[in-house]
Antibody, heavy 119, light 109 residues
């Protein structure tokens, strides 16, 4: 059974940093692109970042470029999102998601983790 | 890139059919077949229901179907059931970034 479990969410002050983790099980992580998708309170879904299987290629939504870094450790079955210079508008539930093999869709999602940016 | 446009809400009685539209442009929905649909119950993670416009993942009931015409994609739920009451989001990939729709709340009367 495919499982994705996020951790690392917290309440952080504006300008602060946070590192989210996502542990994958039930499939071979190194075979898949992976993504982070977020959802602000009462709002819709927003794609945040993608990373290729080996970790060499990364893509970001414009609003987080230069502040967030997506990375992975396939040996540890883990995906990460380092978030720096956090802003109030980054407040959201962050989901780790697997990109369908060879596709452009998200076939499995974690349960989500809350990140709150507030003073 | 702007969010894809979906109706805020649709409703139907059990057994009826409802269709949710997802309108983009000739540069995204109209130009690529990378349209997917997600179901989200309150407080839960999204679940993939349709990918590549009309393909259904294993385990998704066949009463969920997808289609596309021009710049508009659609999700149809036939034989509406109580458990289908949820929020639904479309998503398009036409090169980065992925763009999601504004979301539609489906109510089962």
């Amino acid at each position: 059974e495919v499982q994705l479990v996020e951790s690392g969410g917290d309440l952080v002050q504006p300008g602060g940093s946070l590192r989210l983790s996502c542990v994958a099980s039930g499939f071979t992580l190194r075979s898949y692109w992976m993504s982070w998708v977020r959802q602000a309170p009462g709002k819709g879904l927003e794609w945040v970042a993608d990373i290729i299987q080996g970790g060499s290629d990364k893509y970001y939504v414009d609003s987080v470029k230069g502040r967030f870094n997506i990375s992975r450790d396939n040996a540890k079955n883990s995906l990460y999102l380092q978030m720096n210079s956090l802003r109030a508008e980054d407040t959201a539930v962050y989901y780790c998601a697997r990109v369908g093999f060879g596709g452009r869709y998200f076939d499995y999602w974690g349960q989500g983790i809350q990140v709150t940016v507030s003073s | 890139q702007s969010a894809l446009t979906q109706p805020r809400s649709v409703s139907g009685s059990p057994g009826q059919s409802v269709t949710i539209s997802c309108t983009g442009t000739s540069s995204d929905v109209g130009d690529y077949n990378y349209v997917s649909w997600y179901q989200q119950h309150p407080g839960k993670a999204p679940k993939l229901m349709i990918y590549d416009v009309s393909k259904r993942p294993s385990g998704v009931p066949d009463r969920f179907s997808g289609s596309k015409s021009g710049n508009t994609a659609s999700l149809t739920i036939s034989g509406l059931q109580a458990e289908d009451e949820a929020d639904y989001y479309c998503c398009s990939y036409a090169g980065y970034p992925y763009v999601f729709g504004t979301g539609t709340k489906v109510t089962v009367l």
